[in-house]
Structures are given as structure tokens and as C-alpha cells.
């Protein structure tokens, strides 16, 4: 079982930036599959936020424009550059690792097999 770590995350007010990590300590998994990340508000559902493999990067409608996710290979870590936050952006923030690329199903959460316990991200108005 790997365990991903998510760090990073914060209060910050409107027209904030933040950057979320994601790490597999002390493991040897190398995630060469689709990597993304998702965010659940209270109330709501999780919804995909970006995913990288190595054909590209892929973004929601929300995160074009604002937010860059990247990764680090030598590191095995991932990233999420958050600019310009909205009070919107609150939520939990959730890393996710898939075995397989991440092809037409990136932003469908059956396609990670291992996830992280989430960083909370709150952005005020």
C-alpha cells in the first residue's frame, strides 16, 4: 500500500497563491502513471482539479488560467501551483495516484489506486 502525504495547503485570502505537495515518504514507488489532484468542498462531491502524465497536463474548467500542476521525478513529487484563489477554491485538497496513463478517464476518481488524506486549503473574501 503506498501512502501519499499532501502539504502545502492554508488560509489565504482572495487573489492568493499557495502550492500543494504530494509525496510518497519512505516509499519506493515511482509513480509513472497519471497523477492528479481532486477537491472536495462540504457538501459537494470530489471533483478532479488537474492530472499530469507524460503525454500532457490536464486541467478543469475551474483550474484553467489559475493553477499549473507539475511534477518532479527526481523528487517523486507532485505539485499544484494555486494562483489567484476564490473563496470557491475552499475546499479539501486530495493528491491521487494512478497505475495507468491517465488517457479519457483523468478526471474520474476509479482510475487512481492510491490517494492521500488531503490538505485543506480555505480562501477568504
Known amino acids: 500500500q503506498v501512502q501519499l502525504v499532501e502539504s502545502g495547503g492554508g488560509s489565504v485570502q482572495a487573489g492568493g497563491s499557495l502550492r500543494l505537495s504530494c509525496a510518497a515518504p519512505g516509499s519506493t514507488y515511482r509513480w509513472y502513471g497519471c497523477m492528479g489532484w481532486f477537491r472536495q468542498a462540504p457538501g459537494k462531491e470530489r471533483e478532479v482539479v488537474a492530472a499530469i502524465d507524460n503525454a500532457g497536463r490536464r486541467y478543469a474548467d475551474s483550474a484553467k488560467g489559475r493553477f499549473t500542476i507539475s511534477k518532479d521525478d527526481t523528487k517523486n513529487t507532485l505539485y499544484l501551483q494555486m494562483t489567484g484563489l476564490k473563496p470557491e477554491d475552499t475546499a479539501m485538497y486530495y493528491c491521487?495516484?494512478?497505475?495507468?496513463?491517465?488517457?479519457?478517464?483523468?478526471?474520474?476518481?476509479?482510475?487512481?489506486?492510491?490517494w492521500g488524506t488531503g490538505t485543506q486549503v480555505t480562501v477568504s473574501s
Open positions: 491521487a495516484s494512478a497505475l495507468g496513463t491517465c488517457g479519457g478517464r483523468w478526471s474520474d476518481h476509479s482510475l487512481y489506486n492510491y
